[in-house]
Nanobody, 123 residues
Framework: QVQLVESGGGLVQAGGSLRLSCAAS????????MAWIRQAPGKERELLAA????????YCADSVKDRFTISRDNAKNTVYLQMNSLKPEDTAVYYC????????????????WGQGTQVTVSS
């Protein structure tokens, strides 16, 4: 079992930055591919970024690849999402999720999800 807890969301002005963190419980965090997914009101979930267990490979959606960066620290059981140049359309609930295989896609059935953290970007 892996439990995931996101933090770092909040209200930020357009053009600002936030760093989301996702802390995982359990000793098997380093075995998992980790991802960040968001869901805005009335929209489908969007896979933003993912990173392999050893950080050898990453994925970043075209919509955010010039602004968002995923990283992880297996010693701290934590995955991060650095978000720069935020836009009002980035407003959403951001989730981290875990799965045991790579690559991932929008249709991946992640095994574990966090509860989400709200990000609101004001114009």
């Amino acid at each position: 079992q892996v439990q995931l807890v996101e933090s770092g969301g909040g209200l930020v002005q357009a053009g600002g930055s936030l760093r989301l963190s996702c802390a995982a419980s359990g000793r098997t965090f380093s075995f998992y591919v980790m991802a960040w997914i968001r869901q805005a009101p009335g929209k489908e979930r969007e896979l933003l970024a993912a990173i392999t267990s050893g950080s050898s490979s990453t994925y970043c959606a075209d919509s955010v690849k010039d602004r968002f960066t995923i990283s992880r620290d297996n010693a701290k059981n934590t995955v991060y999402l650095q978000m720069n140049s935020l836009k009002p359309e980035d407003t959403a609930v951001y989730y981290c999720a875990a799965v045991r295989y790579w690559p991932v896609s929008a249709t991946t059935n992640f095994n574990y999800w966090g509860q989400g953290t709200q990000v609101t970007v004001s114009s």
